[in-house]
Every structure is written in structure tokens, then in C-alpha cells.
């Protein structure tokens, strides 16, 4: 609504620096269009070690991740992810204690409109829809293993929703799957936005990373099941990924969702087997 108030015409806006990332320069003298950027919801998570009450905490840090206790004295520093972090502080008999914290207020940031920039041209990506039947095994298990996790999963249509986003993962434990697609899409969703628990909810990495993971495990699951998603899942993280630099640094990041899924969809499994 702010946008449509000052840019009616808007189309395309992203931030300064978005543009000068995608080879578009804001043209000078253009006037910026405030909106408000909303401060949360965020998740507070603290590590406690049951034996003595101990605190500690998993933070980012100039050589990767680091692990602080609650004077913020730094306990070790340099771990490659948030994974390891958190497996390392496991292996101590820490145990994870997480809290979802609201919106606690909005500031105004500026963004710009494609037609106040200048460059290349935007790059273009054909993101196919799958179609046709679905791995319904898969699905199935996919869908306890949610249930296992308390992520709620949930098939609504919302005929007014931009009927190119298939899904989405509402932070900490809500999946929307579009009920209008094909099994197969709505599998190849599911996969994603289930792998979205993990990165968001779990190992609380960057959106915009995110994405890149969310994907790539979801294709690596579905392969892993015989259910190939390539034709959709290649742009998509070309999309999201925008470079290989940004794709290999979270290669880690992707191995570790897609092995923690298939490890717990098999050991679901295995317990199912008489």
C-alpha cells in the first residue's frame, strides 16, 4: 500500500544495494520509496547444560561461528556452521532451548523502483510448474515425519495469492502447500518448505541462504527417493543463488538438511518395519 501511495506505476523495487548487486545503479536525484521494515519475529535460542544449569550461546562471528556463555566470554570460535556449533555443545550435554519472539517494532527503509535505476537487464528464469503423480510413499512419510516434528502442515486455497508461489514456511512450525497443483508439485513443495523447518527453525540461517538450501535438499531428498524435481529446482537456485560463489558456500550448509531428512525419514521407516 506505502509503494502504491508514492509509485503508483511501481513494478520491480528492490534496495540499493539489491540493485547494485543485480548491475543496476540508482539514477541520481531519484527519490527513494519508504516502506516499513518490520523488526522480527526472531527466535532466541540458548543452549543449557542439564548437570549444572550452564548457559551458552550460538553466535556468528568474524571467522564463522562461535560459542559465547551468558557473560558473552567467548568459549571457542572459527566452527564452519551453526551445525557444528550445535553438535559440539550436544556432545557436552547441552541441551537446546528455543524462544519465538514477536515483532517488536518497524522502521522505514527506502527502495527503488526499476525505473529509477539504470544497467543491465534483469536476468530471466523460467520456473516451470511440475505436473503429473507424485512419489505418494514419499509424500506420506514426509508428512508423519512433519507430524513427528510438530510442523503443522496445511492444504487451503487462497485463490487471491500469487498463484506462482506453490507454498510457504511460517517460522517456527507452519507449511502452506497450494492444493490446486499437481501431486508431484505439491510433493516437490513440501519438500522444500519441510527443509525451510531446518534452516529457518532449526540452524537459523539467512533467508536469502536459505532459499539456496531449501531447494537444493529438496532436490537431493527427492532424487534420493527417485523423484526427480531438476527441471524446477535448477532455476529455481539459480534464481535465489544468483552466483556459483554463493551456491558453493552453502554446498555444507545443503549436504547437512538433506542427510539430516533422509537419515530421519529412514530410521521413521526402519521403526515401522516389523
Known sequence: MLIWLQMADATHVAGYNTWRDLGRYVKAGAKGISILAPLGPTAATTWTRV???VIYAIKRSDKGWAIYDDNERLIEDGLRSYAEAARKLKAMGFVEHKEMLGVNHFKVVHVFDMSQTDGKPLPEFEVPTLTGEANKDLFDQVLRLAGDKDVYVKFESHPKQDPRIKGSFEPPNLIWIRPEEAPAQQLKTLLHEFAHYYTES?????????ETIAE??????????????????????????????????????????AEKIIDALEERKARLIP
Open 51 to 53: 548437570t549444572d544449569n
Open 202 to 210: 532449526v540452524f537459523h540461517i539467512p533467508r536469502r541462504d536459505a
Open 216 to 257: 537444493s535438499s529438496a532436490y537431493i531428498i527427492g532424487a534420493h527417493y527417485g523423484f526427480d524435481t531438476g527441471v524446477r529446482s535448477f532455476p529455481y537456485v539459480a534464481l535465489w543463488a544468483k552466483d556459483e560463489k554463493t551456491l558453493n558456500a552453502n554446498l555444507k550448509s545443503v549436504q547437512e538438511v
